[in-house]
């Protein structure tokens, strides 16, 4: 199994984040800018406090604390990415946070970069380390 990609180097490092206090209006202008309909709150160790969701926060005032999903599941950079692939499509998710075991972001990885992924491997092309 260790010739089997896991999820840890898959996933996109550029996800946006976000403090507990700041404004919505202000972090709904960084999702935007990151292409991203998800940005995640984290304390000053980059700790995942909770997720907060483009689609739910159009209408939105006040604080990200006020609007957040606290505790968000997280998945460890060492599951295999076959694995993930199937657990995205069962529940039916788009995306899933990166995290070390003590909840530190590491990314987010997206079921389409996943699908990409084996899409070329089951082609026959090699995957790039």
Do not use: Q, W
């Not at 199994?1 to 840890?8: D, F, K, R, V, Y």
């Not at 490092?13 to 709150?41: G, N, Q």
């Not at 995205?88 to 992924?117: F, K, Q, W, Y």
């Amino acid at each position: 199994m260790a010739h089997e990609p896991t999820i840890g180097p898959l996933a996109r490092r550029d996800v946006p984040t976000c403090s507990i206090d700041e404004r919505v209006d202000i972090v709904l202008a960084r999702m935007k800018e990151a292409r991203l309909a998800t940005c995640f709150i984290v304390n000053e160790d980059r700790i995942v406090l909770g997720r907060l969701y483009r689609s739910e926060l159009r209408e939105r005032t006040g604080t990200v604390g006020d609007a957040m999903h606290p505790g968000p599941s997280t998945y460890r950079p060492d599951m295999l990415a076959r694995e993930m692939l199937d657990r995205m499509i069962e529940h039916n998710l788009i995306s899933a946070p990166v995290t070390t075991s003590d909840g530190r972001l590491l990314g987010l990885v997206l079921r389409r970069d996943l699908e990409r992924a084996f899409g070329r491997l089951e082609s026959g092309a090699t995957a790039e380390a």
